[in-house]
């Protein structure tokens, strides 16, 4: 089709391109264009890349692609269909059979299960330690790490790991390493959003986020992104290839155009809620323990306030809360009584897995979102003879609560309903 309407250069808003497959207009374009696809010897990131197939390249991701590496202050983006999809193709393109991962014991269930399901079977495992005591990952790192993997704050808990003291250890173990060798950081800041935090400014490596949540925000769509330093581009891009795991991009779309220009003022609204209702819950007489970074009972408070500032350098707790009941049955049965009048009667409130939405979401990790604690857990006390394993720091009475953008005076009095019939 050839027409003179063309006109990409004076758009405001970016045409949403779909386009399975692209016109070549010679054979020697399509060699060209095979031939460049993720090679060294081309600087994708300076020229117009020639377009062959969607599941190799193509303009929308590829924008959104730029603007997710700038908001992470990293230099290349490489988008996935999820989270997941990220996560995975950043571990596997840095490791092969033999390798290992440190991990901090306490992950997003699905990148545990990945762990402890999957990666084995390739022949990489994972020593899961707690990272809240950096020390723990000197000892745990053997000659075939190559990666340290975490997620701060970490998915429910909202432990808090120092990015900084990691790289310091993480320098110390890559000294007289290979380029092959090298460990890398991983940090999964899908809790934060880059508006919370920076973690490649802070010493990591890489940066993985589900755009599903806070980037995508409005929850209709699933995506990933890996971030991290040039050298990688080509790697994952090839892996992403033959994988296949590849952000369409009408999902693409709907993060350049509505989430992540939005991200700032949704965070700063939800964030400004989080610490307001944070506090309720805080001194509510049937809360046991409140967990959110912004308050001052927050065990890690100083960390806190070093590590997670906005762009402007002001302190940012960002919009995830977590918190117990105090129990007078079993351990899980206030949280359940109480989630299900939510789940029920709230007029704002939904009880729902994912987070970061402009919906204000609620949900039981224990059960839900970090069941695959339980199973993995289940397996290894069948096979030990004893119980819980050391690993599973997930508490059956947690209940995640991701405040969205409605009026908080509305999403306390839905808590407030709650906590009387729990
Ligand atoms: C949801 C989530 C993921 C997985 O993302 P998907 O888009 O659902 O695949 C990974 N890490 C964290 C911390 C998450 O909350």
Known sequence: MRTPKWDYSHH??????????????????GA????????????????VPIYIYDRLDEPTRGMLEENLAAAEQGEIGVCFSTGMAAISASIASLTRNGDQVVAHNTLYGCTYSLMTNWLPRQGVNTRFVDMRNPKEIAKAISART???????????????????AVREIVDRANHGRSELEKIHIVVDN?????????????GAHIVVHSLTKGIGGFGTDMGGVVIGPKSLHNVLFMYRKDFGGVLSPKAAWNVLVYGLPSLAARMANMQKSAGYIANWLDEHPKVHKVLYPGLNSFPQQELAERQMVDYRGKFAPGSMIYFTLREKGGANQAAEKFINYVADKAYCITLAVSLGQVKTLIENPYSMTHSAYLAVDANKAKKNGHGSCETNRVEPGGIRLSIGLEDRDDIIADLEAGLAHA
């Open 12 to 29: 405001v808003v970016p045409p949403l391109t779909s386009s399975a497959t692209f016109r070549l207009s010679s054979s020697q374009r």
């Open 32 to 47: 060209r264009g095979f031939f460049e696809f993720a090679c060294d010897r081309v600087d994708t990131t300076r020229q």
């Open 146 to 164: 190559r990666i340290v993997y975490f997620e701060t704050p970490v998915n429910p808990n909202l432990e808090l790991i120092d990015i900084g």
């Open 190 to 202: 899908t809790f934060a959003t880059p508006f919370c935090q920076r973690p490649l400014t802070l």
